[in-house]
Each structure stands twice: as C-alpha cells, then as structure tokens.
C-alpha cells in the first residue's frame, strides 16, 4: 500500500463536491471554523478545538452517522470491528476474570497501543484505518464496498492479507511455491465472504470472532458443499468419515506464525516464522464441528502486558491456548498436503510427515516452557 | 355577534400556528443537509493542492503501511 502525502491525505475530490455526502457542510460534520484565511497560520484556527473541530465525525456515529444510516449504526455499535470487545474477552480469560479497562494504566496503555485497531464507519467506508495514518482514501468520497487493500488488509494486513495475497512467494525461509489464495486470483475481494452483515453485526455484543451464527460465518461449504461427493475418497474420508478434518488441513499451505509480543512499544521480542500445524479442535462447536483443525502461534507471552505498569497480569496465562484455531487465507486445491506427485498412495504427503504436521510439546516456545505446555495442552496430537 | 368574532379571531389564530408550525421532516430538512455546501474556507482550501502542499505537516508516526492482524 503506498502512503499518501500529507497533501493527499486531506485533498477533497469534485466527485466528492458532486456526491450526497458532499452536499452537507463541511462544518456539520466536522466542525472548525470556515472563515478563516487560507493561510498557513489559520490552519490552527479552522480546526481548533475551540470552535468545535471534529477530525473523525464517525467516531460518533450515533450523532453524525444515524440520522440517515441508524439502521446500521445501531447494529455496529455493538460490533466486535467498533469494540474489541473480543479482545478485551480473550485478555479476562487469561487475567483470571478481570478486566483490561478497570485499571486506568492499563486502559491508557491499551488506548495509546491497541485501540487503533478499532473501526469507525469512517475507517472503512472514507479513510484508510488511522492505525496506518488514516487519510482520505478517495478524496473524501463515502464508498459502499472497503478497499481490500487500503481498508481491510491495512489492518488485517501481516498474515492474512500477505497470506492472501501470496507475497511469501520467493521469502527467505518460507517453502518454495508458495501460492496467492486461489480466490485471490479469481479476483475476489474479502467482501466475497465477509459481507456487511458480519462486519456491521446483528446488534448482538459477541464476544468473539469464531461465533456460531450461520449468517454471518463464511463456511467453505457455503460454495462448496462436500456431503453430496462420495466420489471423492479424500473428502470422503476426512469430512464424512469418523474423524472429521478442517477443510484448511488440506488445502492451506504454510502460514505465519508468531512469539512473544511486548506492549509499550516493544513489539515482537520473539520471533515471526512460517509453520503448518495440525492440532486438536478445542473448541468444537455445531459450526466448528471438525476434530483436527489447523492452529497458528499467537504473539502472547505471560509478560505481554508488563511495560504498561499496571496491576493486573495474566494470572491464568494458561487458560486459554497459544497455538489458537487458525483460518488461513491461503487456499489451494493442490497443496503438499494433496498433491499425489511421485507417491505410491493418495495419502502418503501428509500420512507420511505426521511429524512435520501434528502439534506436539516440542512445538512451544520454549521461552514460557511450563506454561505454554499447560495452555496448550488441549491442541497437542501426540 | 360577540361569538362570530371570538370564532373569526380564533380561526385566525389556529391558521397562524398551523402556518408557523415546523414540519416533521426528515433530517436532511431539519438541519439543512442536503443544501448546496457553501464555498467556505474549508473547501477553498482542501481542495486546493498547491495549498494544501504548502501548509499540510508530514504525520510524525505513520504506524507503517500494513497491520498486526
């Protein structure tokens, strides 16, 4: 994504003039001053805070946004994208209950570190995210439809869109052939999947992303029903048969994987590499009902949050696993899982690198050793 | 006859609120949205590239071009 100048981050388009939204006065929506000279010494008059200047109106949306789109903006409110509450939900399963935002360092520390992750309708439908700078993405145009590029993997950007998108291909330490995501290169958008009604939400405070609600998850069965091909001895066997796999055991290939990230500026401390895991499915549910899925290693550490100063520590690290239920987005029919190239049986690729594929104890961080082995007890193969 | 005029004048009272009274309407009448935008200083300017290169600050902390998810 190349970033816009600081000139283009704020330069408003005649399309946006000639648009709906370009009708309403500036001031309505952002405040400041208008008649102020058009110099640079009465910039900070025309956006002082003095004359009510309002930089991202949407962040309000319930007084700017609903008077014409309430329909959705009383559902968002409420959305994990606006939220973070499934964040926040994760961090008190760890924290023995307790919660982020009680303590005031904590809070200040999740605000300056982690809230720019938290979606304003202006985030994806006019700007690009503020985590990345913000700026007028269209000179000020309101889009119906998120930029993937500029919008959602802006955000969503360091596995799944460089997953998506196949940009390990030719990565020092990454498996040759690594491929772009075939719906990638059949030119579908992540709206493809996840539509406006996942993103905006039902008006239900979810707690987390892998909810089972059939009308907002994107199921690979949705396009691609597998109960009706018996013809298929591989699908046969591993989604009809006894012990069900996750479509992505098959045709995922190698992903990013995470340790050890520090707040307070640090960041990863660990170390970002390329795996393929295959572990237990600890969360079985009637959506998530395969027993093998793949998992990813997230970037927590028992002392994550220290650098914040705060009083509360995840006291119950291992509540919850470090190698987590992972849908990577880099799908392919043929993978070294599937392809049968120079094997004496359709199965011998993956039966054959048990060892390469399962999850086992040797797998953790061996930086947390007791705790990583207790948190992911639950995922471990063998 | 006192009646006639007390209705006469009533009548014109009751035509003068119904005449005064706001509509309901929708928002964009309410709080004139939807009018033409005037042409501020704040159009003058952001639509002004020369300008706004001369005035416009570099942003201290992008926070790079891609994110943590």
Sequence with gaps: MAPLGPAERVLISQ?????????????????????????????ADAHAATANFVAYPSEKADVYCSPCHSDITTR????????????????????????????????????????????????????????????????????????????????????????????HAGEEGWPEGIKADVHYNKGYQCNFCHTGDEMHGDGTPYSYRYIDNPSFVPQCEDCHPVESDTSNIYHKTHVMGDEKLACQICHSQTY?????????????????????????????SALRSADYILVRHIPIAPDTYENWGGSITLMDFAAAPTWKYATPHNIQRWTP??????????????HDNHDKYLLTPADVDSNYLDAELKANAPVFVQ | MKNKILVVIWTFLLLGLMACQEKKSDISQKQ??????????????????????????????????????
């Design chain 1, 337 to 350: 899982q599937t392809d049968t190239t120079g094997t004496t049986w359709c199965g011998q690729a993956c």
């Design chain 1, 15 to 43: 399309d946006f003039l000639n648009s709906a939204h370009g009708q309403i006065k500036c001031v309505d929506c952002h405040g400041g001053n208008p008649n102020t000279p058009l110099t640079k010494e009465a910039k």
């Design chain 1, 256 to 284: 990013k994987n995470c340790n050890s990230c520090h707040v307070g500026g640090v960041g990863i401390t660990g170390h970002s590499y390329p795996d393929f895991k295959i572990g237990k499915n600890y969360m079985k």
């Design chain 1, 76 to 167: 968002f409110a409420s959305s994990l994208h606006y939220t973070q509450r499934g964040y926040l939900e994760r961090f008190k399963i760890r924290s023995g209950g307790q919660d982020l935002m009680s303590d005031a360092k904590m809070a200040a520390g999740f605000n300056q570190d982690c809230a720019k992750c938290h979606a304003s309708c202006g985030q994806c439908h006019v700007i690009r995210p503020t985590s990345v700078g913000g700026g007028l993405e269209r000179g000020h145009v309101f889009y119906q439809t998120p930029s993937m590029v500029n919008n959602c993997t802006a955000c969503h950007g360091s596995r799944i869109g460089e997953e998506y998108r196949g940009l």
């Design chain 2, 32 to 69: 004139g949205l939807y009018e033409v935008a005037n042409q501020s200083s704040c159009v003058a300017c952001h639509t002004d590239k020369a300008l706004l290169t001369e005035v416009a600050e570099p942003l201290e902390n992008t926070g790079g071009d891609t994110g943590e998810g």
